[in-house]
């Protein structure tokens, strides 16, 4: 099972090929479309594991944007022991949602590549799975 550590909107994410990742809302990117991820600081399998200082030059992770949305809202209420003295706020914090498709080593050799997938697939196989019973 390979693995890259990577950094993207200030924090560190260790994924692998095929995962579904939460991760700060990217910029000027739209659903479906294709996101690299260059700045990797580790990557490697079971075996053997090649860490960078701080990144590994030449290694990146490529995905695909599923959604730009917003978390659920978390409410900030602040009371203090005076008359009136109340403040309520509500704050959604943005993410973009992303499935990681490949991770390249430094030398541009893919390491882990993810399964191809479709919407219509999972579909087709449950109608195929209802038709047997």
Known sequence: MSFAIIKTGGKQ??????EILKVERLKDSK???KIEFKEVLAYGNE???EIGAPTVSGAKVEADLIKNSKERTVLVF?????KNSRRKNGHRQQYSMVRIKKIFS???????????YTKNEKKTENIKTEEKK
């Open 78 to 82: 602040k009371k203090r022991r005076r």
């Open 47 to 49: 075996k053997s594991c």
């Open 13 to 18: 994410y260790k994924v692998s090929a095929g």
């Open 31 to 33: 659903p479906e479309s």
């Open 106 to 116: 430094k030398d541009g050799v893919v390491i882990a590549e993810a399964e191809k």
